[in-house]
């Protein structure tokens, strides 16, 4: 399994950007997919998290409202749409296959294999 983040870039407060995640392997369609940052000297935390089918999708508070996770199985793939982006929004960003489900999808634990990231940055 192999995930691939891009859609990174530098935007204005305010401005828009969509992240993708390309993912290969035959167990997409039947995974839930996962959202992370890291911001320079801070943890990894959670993002946004979508179901296998698009049905269930929960957000971190920060971000609640502003961005928007969604997938397309036909294309392997997942997609954060952020709007609205604020200076505190800038880190790298990361895809991720969640494979364990113990009812924390926001635990990094959750998850195996991750994206390379891709980094946004947002001027004030």
């Known amino acids: 399994v192999q995930l691939q983040a891009s859609g990174g870039g530098l935007v204005q407060a305010g401005g828009s950007l969509r992240l993708s995640c390309a993912a290969s392997?035959?167990?997409?369609?039947?995974?839930?997919m996962g959202w992370f940052r890291q911001a320079p000297g801070k943890e990894r935390e959670f993002v946004a998290y979508?179901?296998?089918?698009?049905?269930?999708?929960y957000y971190a508070d920060s971000v609640k409202g502003r961005f928007t996770i969604s997938r397309d199985n036909a294309k392997n793939s997942v997609y954060l749409q952020m709007n609205s982006l604020k200076p505190e929004d800038t880190a790298v960003y990361y895809c991720?296959?969640?494979?364990?489900?113990?009812?924390?999808?926001?635990?990094?634990?959750?998850?195996?294999?991750w994206g390379q990231g891709t980094l946004v940055t947002v001027s004030s």
């Open positions: 991720a296959r969640r494979i364990y489900y113990s009812g924390s999808y926001y635990l990094r634990e959750e998850y195996d294999y």
């Open positions: 392997g035959r167990t997409f369609s039947s995974v839930g």
């Open positions: 979508i179901s296998w089918s698009g049905g269930s999708t």
